[in-house]
């Protein structure tokens, strides 16, 4: 007669090593392995864990589109189908208000956990593999102004297993002409938000998430010589600043840079001239961090004889890299073109548009990971995978 596996065993030698697609399928199986895959913390991480080191962790973009009937949208662009094929594209409800909110601003993401503040002022962590959702706490009184959010970002502390939250804004207050310079550090370990001061303000360039890479959020910043990096040290609390390779004046710009992380390596992009669209695009990888010397570039995308070339006419492209392919955004009439291009068939194109003319976008990774309840039990929720 054949004897059934313990119960341990099964969950902690083969469901941790299980994607987690197949994962969310088998809730349905039974209670137990419901509540172990959905509300088990440390199941989530041990299959994160080994998901990460088996580099099998599926990477998504995550779009919010603030134009008309607000949405939001998940792209896989490393599908071999995408702008072929429906799947590539989903769309995703807003779970965390009863009406969808006018604008839904993505701040960062980090271990499959996307941090976003709403245009009402509230603030939420979110899982969209799982639906799992917690509300933060409110960042303080601006009832007397209007927040307008300039950068943010979203990282995670291994050693003291703590996620942090920056948020840079301007506080225009009534009656007055001078806008009020914020940043403020959301916590998870303290549940609260503080002030931090900040002698960059308001040169960061582009206005988005930071990128995440070695436990630091980096930005492109327009500093007195020129761009460079401006990182925000998640444990230390500090910005120090990392210089761009060294081009050696060759008329590169990194105007419009988007950051990225490619092989576990922070990745910026380059152009030749911003005036007008460029045919091709530099993209560099740091091998070893925060050493200038080592910079290396990756590879050169020369798009001038590739189908999607009268695309990028008259304006150019956003463009950052994934492991697979190299993407393109690009703002049209009617809205705006995702870009693929895969590294081995650079002819094999996938076009996506959204349409509209305000959205935010970051990448994030599919995961299982939640936060345990605690001081927050009752704003806590877990609503069912999307």
């Known amino acids: ?27 349905s199986v039974s209670k137990r392995w419901r509540s172990v895959i959905l509300h088990d913390p440390r199941f989530a991480k041990s299959q ?44 995703l409800s807003f779970p ?17 956990l996307v941090f976003v503040a709403l245009e009402n002022g509230k603030f939420y962590v979110w899982n969209p593999l799982t639906g799992f959702f917690k509300k933060l706490p409110d960042i303080g009184d601006s009832s007397d102004g209007t927040a307008v959010l300039e950068y943010c970002g979203a990282g995670y502390l291994s050693a003291t297993d703590n996620y942090k939250v920056l948020v840079g804004y301007f506080l225009k207050k009534q009656n007055e002409d001078r806008n009020t310079e914020m940043v403020h550090i959301f916590s998870l ?21 930071g990128m995440l890479s070695n436990e630091a959020l980096h930005w492109l910043y327009d500093g007195d010589s020129g ?53 091709s695009v530099d993209f560099w990888v740091m091998r070893e961090y925060d050493v200038r010397d080592s910079w290396t570039k990756l590879f050169n995308l020369d798009f001038s004889n590739l189908p999607v070339k009268p695309l990028l006419e008259n304006q150019p492209c956003t463009w950052f890299a994934t492991e697979s392919g190299t993407v393109g955004v ?10 693929r291009i895969d590294h081995e068939e650079k002819q094999k194109l996938g076009l996506y548009m959204i349409e509209g003319n305000l959205f935010y976008m970051l990448e994030y990774e599919e995961s299982l990971i939640w936060i345990e309840e605690k001081e927050t039990a009752k704003e806590t929720k877990t609503s069912s995978p999307s």
């Open 1 to 27: 007669m054949a004897r059934e596996l313990p119960r341990d065993i099964i969950e902690s030698n083969i469901l941790t090593r299980l994607p987690v697609k197949s994962l969310i399928r088998f809730i």
């Open 330 to 339: 690009k703002l049209t009439g009617n809205g705006f073109w995702f870009m």
């Open 48 to 91: 994160y864990k080994l998901a990460s080191k088996q580099k099998s962790i599926t990477h998504r973009i995550l779009v919010s589109s603030s134009e008309g009937s607000p949405e939001l949208r998940c792209l896989d662009l490393e599908s071999p189908w995408f702008g072929q094929s429906s799947s590539s594209c989903r769309k």
């Open 227 to 279: 761009f460079d990096l401006i990182v925000f040290d998640l444990a230390k609390e500090e910005f120090p600043i990392m210089q761009l390779p060294n081009v050696d004046n060759d008329g590169t710009s990194w105007f419009g840079c988007l950051l990225g992380v490619v092989g576990g390596c922070l990745c910026v992009s380059s152009c030749t001239d911003v005036a007008i669209a460029s045919d």
């Open 189 to 209: 370990e303290d549940h609260s938000w503080r002030i931090v001061d900040v002698d960059y303000f308001g040169d960061i360039f582009p206005r988005h998430q």
């Open 96 to 112: 965390f208000e009863q009406q969808p909110p006018r604008e839904c601003h993505l701040l960062g993401s980090c271990n499959g």
